[in-house]
C-alpha cells in the first residue's frame, strides 16, 4: 500500500454498469462476496434488462448492480451510488441519475468514442457536459487498451482479451476501497483454473492490472476504508434469495424426511430456484422442467399425491397459468408449496424487475372459494426462513402454500449467518399406515383440521381423490348442497387455524406513537432504513412488517390502534391496503405507492412520511 | 397384510356405483382394465396398493372412482401431468392414465406429446369416441371431417388427428389400439401395456351411444365387420386379414397397399400375390415409419390397425431421474443440508 491518503468511511455505495455481456453482474459479485468476507454488511442490487444481448452500447442494454457495503449490517442496497463504473458512454447515461453528489465515476475512456455517443444517443460528443456532470470526480482510464496490454503477451485473441476489461475494472475498485484481492484469485481459480488455464491466468492479470493502475497513477485522490461490522460470531456466507429459496425447501424435506420434488417451468426471475434444486440430486432432489407452467404445478400436484413434499416455483404470469392447478390442490388437500417470485405486470410486463402487485392473485386468484395460506418473505436470506415453514405448513397442515418473493430479494444477496439445521423444528405430516376399519381420505384433526395422507402404496389404504367435491367423512364424490358448504367452511377453517403456529405480529420501534409504517414482503429494508433514520431525528415513527399474509398472525388490532397514523407502503396501488381495510376496517390506512419495477428508496420514504407528522 | 398376489378382477372394482349411460364403450373398457390389472397383480405379484389411476375430465376420467386401488382425478387435459409426477415421484408405483380424445389431444395435448416424448413408463388408456360426450356432443380434435355437432352445425372443417400418429411422431416408444367390444383383445393390450417400461398408449376406440353412436361401425359395427375391416397386428406375423384371411397389407417402399392373396398385385406387373408377399409385422424395429403408416391406416382404404403397431425399447424417464439420483448420492461430498448450507465459499467471525 502506498502512503496515500485512506479515509474511514461507515458505508458506501458502488455500482457497476455496462453492456449485458461486459460481466457486470459477476464483477458486482465478486466486489460484494469479497468485502463481505472481509466483514462488511452488505446488501446488493442487480438491475438488468430482459434482453439478453440488447445492441451493444445502447442505454436499453445496460446491466447494472449495486451494492452497499458498510461497517454494520446493511438493509438496503442504498439509493443512490458513491461509486459509479460505466464502461461505456450507455452506461453513464442510464445511471447517472443515480449519482449522489460528489461522487466518483469511472469511465472507459476507450468507450469515449463518437461511435459509442452515437449509440447512447447523446446529441454531442460530451457527454460528461451534456448530462451536467462535470462537477463530479471523473476518472477515465483507457480501461479497455490498458487491459488488451496486460494480456498482450498471453497469446489470446483480442475479444477473449477485451473480455478481462470488467476484471480491471473490479481491481481498481478494490484498490479504491482497500479490499484484498485473494478472495477474487480463489475464484477465479475455482472457476476456470481446470477447465480453461490461460483464461484464468487472464483474469488474476487484469484484475491486479487494474488494481496497480489504481496505485500507480494516483487516479484517486483518496482511497477508503470500510470497517468489518460488528457481528454475531458463526460462519457466515453470501446467499441470494432464490438460492436461500431453495434450500430451504431442501431443509423441510430433510426435516420431513419426504424427499423433495419440484415441477417447474423456467421464467424470469424465478428460474435459479429450479436451478439451485436441480444441482441437488446428490440430496435426493428431484426435479422436472415441465413442458409449461400448468405441467409444473401438475406434475408436482402428483408427487404430492405420491408423497413427495411437492413445489413449483413461478413468477406472476405463470401464477396465473397454475390457478386451477392451485384449486386442485386446495380441493384435493395436499402439501404443495408454490413459489412466485413477483416481478412487474401485468402480462408480461417488466419482466426483471420488481413489484409487489401480485398479491390479491395470489390471495384470491382462483376459481370457487379457494382459500390458501401465503406467506412473503422479506431480505434475500430470510427466503431460507420462510421456504422452510411454507414447507412446515404444507406438510403439517395438508394446504397448498404459496409463498411470495420478489425480484428484488430473489436477485439481491447479503450475507448469512448459517444456520444450524438441529436449530430448526421436525415437520410432522399426518401420514397415516395403516387403520382399524374402513380408511377416509377427508378425515381431519380436530384441532388443525388436517387430513390425513396415504400414500399410494400403503396396503388397505387405497383411496381416490379429485377435483370434485367430496363427502366430509367419506371422502367419495358428492353433490349434496349441505356438504359441499360444510366443506367450504372446513378448508376455509383448516387455513385460519394456521394463525396458531405463526409468531404474534410484532412492531420495530415504540409500540405507539405517531405514524405506524406498514410494509409486507420484500420492501421490510427500505422501510426500517426509512424509519430508523426518522427515530434517530427524533420521530415517533414504527415500523410493522408483514410476513404471513393469509392467515395474518394475532395481535395486529393491538399494534395499529396505538398510532395515530397508519401508513401502508407497497410496490403496487394498495393491494395489501385494501386487504387490511377488509380485514380490519376500524382503521383508517394512508397509502404511499410505487410501480415503477424499482424498489422504494429510503429518501423518497422519509420525505413522505416527514409530510404525514 | 401379506400379500399372496392372488387377485380376480373383482378385486379391483370399487364400491362406486358406476355412472356411464348404458351402452357406453366405456364399460367394456373398464372390465378390460380390471380383468389386466388382476392379470398382472397376479402373474407379476404387483400388490393392489402399487397401482395408482390417474385422469383429467371427461367421462373415461371418472375412471378412477371405479377401480378399488389408489386414484386421481385431475383437471381437463392434466393427466398426463399428474401421472408423471406421480411416477417421478415414486417410480414403485405402477401408475395408469385413462384420458380420453378431448383431454389428452386438445386442452392436455402439450402434457400427452411430451409424456410421450420423455417416455415416463405410464400406461395409458386413451378413449377415443370422437366427440365431447360429457359437455353433450361438440366436436373433438378427432372428429371425422364435415361431422355435425352441437358447436359444428354445418359440419367440421378441421381435420382429425389420428392419436398413433401423433405418438408415434412425438417418439413413442408403444402404441396399441383396440376396439371397445373386443374385450380380450384390450386385455390383452392393457397387459402388454402395462408391463412395457416407457410409455404405453392404448387407443380404446369407444362408442359415445348418445353423442356419436355407431362412428367406429363401419369397421367395428360387428364380428363380421371386423374381420373384413380391422387387421389384428402380432409381432413377427404376416399382415393378414379377412374373414378368410385372404387379404394383406404390402409395402411398396412408399407405402402400405392391400392385396388379395392369389390374385394380381396391382402394381401393373403379372405377379400373383402369395401369402410370402405379405408384410411382416416387426413392433420392434425402432424406424418408425411403417408404425406411423399402419397408425394412420383409416376404413374404407385400409383396415384399421389393431393390436400391438409399435414397442420399442428405450429408457424410462423416471428411471432416468433415479439414475441420476442415486449417481450423484453415490459420488457427493454434501450428505445433508449442513453440508450444502457450509458449501462454497464462507468465512467465520470470531468472538470479539
Known amino acids: 500500500m502506498d502512503t496515500q491518503n485512506i479515509k474511514q468511511i461507515s458505508d458506501v455505495v458502488v455500482r457497476f454498469s455496462g453492456d449485458s455481456g461486459d460481466g457486470m453482474q459477476l464483477v458486482g459479485t465478486l466486489f460484494s462476496d469479497a468485502a463481505a468476507v472481509e466483514g462488511n454488511g452488505i446488501s446488493t442490487f442487480p438491475d438488468f434488462p430482459s434482453e439478453i444481448r440488447a445492441p451493444q452500447g445502447t442505454v436499453a442494454g445496460v446491466s447494472g448492480f449495486q451494492v452497499h457495503l458498510g461497517a454494520a449490517k446493511m438493509t438496503t442496497p442504498g439509493d443512490g451510488c458513491d461509486t459509479l463504473v460505466a464502461m461505456n458512454p450507455a452506461a453513464l447515461k442510464a445511471n447517472y441519475k443515480a449519482l449522489k453528489p460528489d461522487s466518483t465515476i469511472i469511465l472507459d475512456a476507450d468507450t469515449l468514442t463518437e461511435k459509442e455517443f452515437r449509440k447512447a444517443g447523446f446529441s454531442t460528443d460530451d457527454p460528461i457536459a451534456e448530462l451536467g456532470l462535470t462537477e463530479y470526480n471523473i476518472i477515465s482510464p483507457a480501461i479497455t487498451s490498458l487491459t488488451r496490454e496486460a494480456l498482450s503477451d498471453l497469446g489470446l485473441d483480442i475479444k477473449s482479451a477485451t473480455k478481462c476489461k470488467n476484471m480491471f475494472a473490479l481491481g481498481l475498485c478494490f484498490y479504491l476501497y482497500n479490499k484484498p484481492l485473494e478472495h477474487t484469485f480463489d475464484y477465479i481459480e475455482r472457476k476456470f483454473a481446470k477447465k480453461n488455464p490461460a483464461i484464468a491466468q487472464a483474469n488474476v492479470r487484469a484484475l491486479k492490472a487494474g488494481y496497480n493502475f489504481g496505485a500507480n497513477t494516483h487516479a484517486f485522490a483518496n482511497t477508503y476504508n470500510i470497517k468489518a461490522a460488528v457481528l454475531e460470531p458463526g460462519t457466515y456466507r453470501m446467499i441470494n434469495g432464490n438460492q436461500a429459496t431453495a434450500w430451504g425447501f431442501i431443509a423441510a424435506s430433510q426435516k420431513s424426511g419426504h424427499p423433495l420434488f419440484c415441477g417447474s417451468y423456467p421464467i424470469t426471475p424465478a428460474t435459479v430456484i429450479l436451478e439451485e434444486l436441480a444441482k441437488r440430486r446428490d440430496l435426493g432432489v428431484v426435479t422436472v422442467q415441465a413442458e409449461d407452467e400448468i405441467a409444473g404445478i401438475c406434475t408436482s400436484i402428483g408427487a404430492a399425491f405420491a408423497g413427495s413434499f411437492a413445489v413449483t416455483t413461478t413468477s406472476g404470469p405463470g401464477l396465473s397459468l397454475k390457478s386451477e392447478a392451485m384449486g386442485l390442490a386446495v380441493m384435493t388437500e395436499l402439501p404443495l408449496v408454490v413459489v412466485d417470485v413477483q416481478r412487474g405486470g401485468p402480462s408480461t410486463g417488466l419482466p426483471t424487475k420488481t413489484e409487489q402487485s401480485d398479491l390479491l392473485q395470489a390471495l384470491f386468484g382462483r376459481n370457487g372459494e379457494a382459500p390458501m395460506v401465503v406467506i412473503a418473505a422479506s431480505t434475500p436470506s430470510d427466503c431460507f426462513h420462510y421456504a422452510f415453514w411454507a414447507g412446515k405448513i404444507a406438510l403439517e397442515r395438508m394446504t397448498p402454500v404459496i409463498l411470495l418473493t420478489d425480484g428484488f430479494i430473489a436477485n439481491g444477496s447479503e450475507p448469512w449467518h448459517i444456520p444450524q439445521m438441529s436449530d430448526y423444528p421436525v415437520i410432522k405430516p399426518p401420514v397415516v399406515k395403516n387403520i382399524e376399519g374402513d380408511y377416509f381420505c377427508y378425515d381431519r384433526d380436530p384441532e388443525a383440521y388436517a387430513r390425513t395422507w396415504a400414500i399410494p402404496g400403503t396396503p388397505d389404504l387405497e383411496h381416490r381423490i379429485g377435483g370434485l367435491e367430496k363427502d366430509r367423512r367419506k371422502g367419495s364424490v358428492s353433490h349434496d348442497p349441505h356438504n359441499h358448504h360444510t366443506m367450504t367452511e372446513l378448508r376455509a377453517e383448516k387455513v385460519a387455524r394456521v394463525a396458531d403456529m405463526i409468531p404474534r405480529q410484532g412492531v420495530v420501534g415504540a409500540p405507539e406513537g405517531d405514524l405506524l409504517v406498514v410494509g409486507w414482503g420484500g420492501t421490510r429494508g427500505h422501510l426500517q432504513g426509512a424509519v430508523d433514520r426518522m427515530r434517530a431525528e427524533g420521530k415517533r415513527v414504527s415500523h410493522c412488517h408483514f410476513n404471513w399474509i393469509d392467515p395474518l398472525p394475532r395481535g395486529v388490532e393491538e399494534i395499529f390502534s396505538k398510532f395515530r397514523q397508519i401508513v401502508v407502503c407497497e410496490l403496487n396501488m394498495g393491494q395489501f391496503a385494501g386487504y387490511l381495510r377488509m380485514n380490519f376496517p376500524q382503521f383508517d390506512y394512508k397509502q404511499y405507492n410505487k410501480v415503477q419495477g424499482l424498489p422504494f428508496t429510503v429518501d423518497e420514504l422519509v420525505s413522505h412520511f416527514n409530510t404525514l407528522i | ?352
Not at chain 2, 245 to 252: A, E, H, N, P, S
Open chain 2, 1 to 352: 397384510m401379506a400379500h399372496n398376489c392372488i387377485y380376480s378382477a373383482a378385486d379391483f372394482k370399487s364400491d362406486q356405483q358406476v355412472k356411464w349411460c348404458p351402452g357406453c364403450g366405456d364399460h367394456a373398457v373398464l372390465s378390460s382394465m380390471t380383468a389386466a390389472l388382476a392379470k398382472i397383480s397376479s402373474e407379476d405379484c404387483v400388490p393392489r396398493e402399487k397401482f395408482t389411476v390417474v385422469s383429467g375430465i371427461g367421462c373415461s376420467s371418472r375412471f378412477p372412482y371405479y377401480v378399488k386401488s389408489y386414484g386421481f382425478h385431475g383437471i381437463h387435459g392434466r393427466a398426463a401431468a399428474i401421472a408423471t409426477g406421480v411416477k417421478v415421484a415414486n417410480p414403485d408405483l405402477n401408475v395408469w392414465v385413462a384420458t380420453g380424445d378431448g383431454d389428452s389431444l386438445a386442452i392436455g395435448g402439450n402434457h400427452f406429446i411430451h409424456a410421450v416424448r420423455r417416455n415416463v413408463d405410464l400406461t395409458m388408456m386413451l378413449f377415443n369416441n370422437e366427440i365431447y360426450g360429457l359437455t353433450k356432443g361438440q366436436y373433438s380434435p378427432t372428429t371425422k371431417l364435415g361431422k355435425i355437432t352441437k358447436t359444428s352445425p354445418f359440419g367440421t372443417i378441421e381435420k382429425p388427428f389420428k392419436p398413433g400418429e401423433l405418438a408415434i411422431g412425438a417418439g413413442g416408444t408403444f402404441f396399441a389400439r383396440s376396439i371397445d367390444a373386443e374385450v380380450a383383445l384390450t386385455t390383452e393390450l392393457l397387459v402388454s401395456a402395462a408391463r412395457h417400461r416407457g410409455m404405453a398408449v392404448v387407443e380404446a376406440l369407444v362408442n359415445c351411444v348418445i353423442f356419436n353412436d355407431k362412428t367406429h361401425n363401419n369397421f367395428a359395427g360387428d364380428k363380421a365387420i371386423r374381420a373384413e375391416n380391422t387387421i389384428l397386428l402380432k409381432h413377427g406375423e404376416p399382415m393378414i386379414f379377412g374373414a378368410n384371411r385372404d387379404k394383406g397389407l404390402v409395402f411398396d417402399g412408399e407405402q402400405l397397399r392391400v392385396v388379395k392373396i392369389g390374385e394380381s398385385r396391382g402394381d401393373g406387373s403379372q405377379s400373383i400375390v402369395t401369402e410370402q408377399d405379405i408384410l411382416i409385422h416387426d413392433a420392434h424395429t425402432t424406424n418408425p415409419m411403417v408404425h406411423f403408416l399402419l397408425a394412420g391406416m383409416s376404413w374404407p382404404d385400409y383396415p384399421v390397425a389393431l393390436g400391438i403397431i409399435r414397442q420399442v425399447e428405450a429408457p424410462s424417464y423416471d428411471s432416468e431421474v433415479h439414475r441420476q439420483v442415486a449417481e450423484q448420492m453415490a459420488g457427493t461430498k454434501i450428505a445433508d443440508i449442513d453440508d450444502l448450507l457450509n458449501s462454497g465459499a464462507t468465512w467465520t467471525v470470531a468472538k470479539s
